[in-house]
């Protein structure tokens, strides 16, 4: 098993890479689905896991990733704490802008149980943004699908004059400071 880190490849021309951790395989793939189906210019490729860390076995065969997204499904405990364990097989300079956060299920509080302290807490600790959203809604899911790509073209460094960085840190809420 390895940790994942943002630079030991060498980025691909007019290419971005983006890995969607999470534990709900199907909104992963209507996502994903989602996301390819939107016009951008680059070549994308999406690569879906249910938890970190990756099999170190395929590591040659694995692109560059440019963004990681974890999906926390705030209906499930699990999903939360299977995102937590999964961080700690993230390489620290992947937090200077290439990770985000995207909660789903939030359209029901009635039926969350994760607290939303903790995962505003979880998006400070690791100085990440978080979207919320509802991907089972088509609308939500494609602007959703839309905000990402945009994110993935900044990560990846298809932007002029804007960096990961940057741009992580005019998503944050101006309360965090």
Known sequence: MSVVRPFDKLPVLNSAAILLVGTDEDL???????????????????????????PAERDHIRPRIDLIVFMINVQSKYSF????????????????????????????????????????????????????CELELEGIRISTAQRLLRMLQICAGHVPGVSALFFSSLMRSSNDE
């Open 28 to 54: 992963q793939q209507q996502l994903a689905q989602t996301i390819l189906k939107e016009k951008k210019d680059f070549k994308i490729s999406i690569h879906l896991a249910t938890s970190l860390p990756l």
């Open 81 to 132: 704490k299977n995102i937590e364990a999964s961080l700690a097989h993230v390489d620290a300079n992947f937090f200077l802008g290439k990770v985000c956060f995207l909660v789903t299920g939030v359209g029901r509080v009635n039926r969350c149980s994760v607290e939303m302290s903790a995962v505003r807490k979880l998006g400070e600790v690791y100085c990440s943004p978080l979207i919320f």
